[in-house]
């Protein structure tokens, strides 16, 4: 797949990676080399200590993501993902520092697959989201039925997974789909607000309370999560940190906290 164009935009503002798919010709939309060039990105943004949150967001004002590029799959068939999965996110599970999605369009198919696997979603009021699979022969396998099963009642994912239909922003706030709905043109603001809100507590917290909260679903009870919560290597991280003491210190000092991410 060499020789494929730059298919996403990476911007570091401070402790934030912002990371566009930049394919508006096909809205969006990804074939494999556009996944592997994401997953690279997200490796980058994972190792790199003085980033602590990301914000994904989609190129144009028409698309987030529609999904995978069917056009380039009907003309190269199917050809491998990363390990990590679609837009190398879906199936990455050992990433604790929290990630935003700003959906500023269409997020169809793998596109709502995506923005699920993200930690939180603010979206446009122009914003669509609907597991489409269903209507071009396929299924959202990427993750899309498990994850939208866990965000709202079941009833209503079983509708969106077996029909397909397409929900609007302000529909998908209403079920509990996304955290926000924004006017169009505030979007990249609302988004990096929301991200601000992150960095204003300590990164190491947020990072353990995240591992927490999604291997705690994967437990088999509550009795287990809070068993073994002491086990995960963020909140090992986080107990043995400086901003754990630094937390203290301004609490008694009656100070704003200085957060170090050690």
């Known amino acids: ?88 996110l879906t199936q990455r599970f050992d990433l604790d520092k929290p990630v935003i999605a700003a959906v500023n369009g269409a997020a169809l198919g793998g596109g709502f697959e995506l923005a699920l696997a993200c930690d939180l979603i603010v979206a446009s009021d122009a914003a669509r989201f609907g597991l489409t699979e269903v209507t071009h022969g396929l ?23 077996l029909t397909g239909r397409v ?39 947020v990072r353990a309370s995240k591992e927490t909260l999604l291997r705690g679903l994967d437990e088999p009870s509550l009795a287990a999560a809070l068993a073994n919560q002491d086990n995960y290597p963020a909140v090992k991280r986080m107990r043995a940190s400086n901003d754990a003491k630094e937390g203290a210190r301004a609490f008694s000092e009656k100070r704003k906290p200085h957060w170090s991410g050690n």
């Open 1 to 88: 797949m060499a020789g494929e164009e730059d298919c996403l935009r990476v911007e570091r503002d401070g402790p934030v990676t912002v990371i566009t798919i930049d394919r508006p010709q096909t809205a969006n939309a990804l074939h494999p080399e556009a996944s592997w060039q994401l997953a690279a990105a997200f490796d980058a943004f994972a190792a790199d200590p003085d980033q602590w949150v990301a914000i994904l967001t989609g190129a144009g004002d028409k698309a987030f993501c529609a999904g995978t590029d069917l056009k380039h799959r009907a003309q190269f068939g199917p050809q491998p993902l990363p390990p990590t999965g679609f837009a190398g």
């Open 139 to 161: 299924a959202a396998l990427g993750g899309g039925i498990h994850r939208l099963v866990r965000a709202t009642s079941r009833r209503l994912a079983t509708e969106l997974i």
């Open 167 to 205: 929900l609007s922003a302000d529909e998908a706030l209403k079920f509990n789909i996304v955290n926000d709905v924004v006017a169009h043109g505030e979007l990249k603001r609302e988004a990096r607000q929301w991200a601000q809100k992150l960095l204003e507590v300590a990164p190491l917290a």
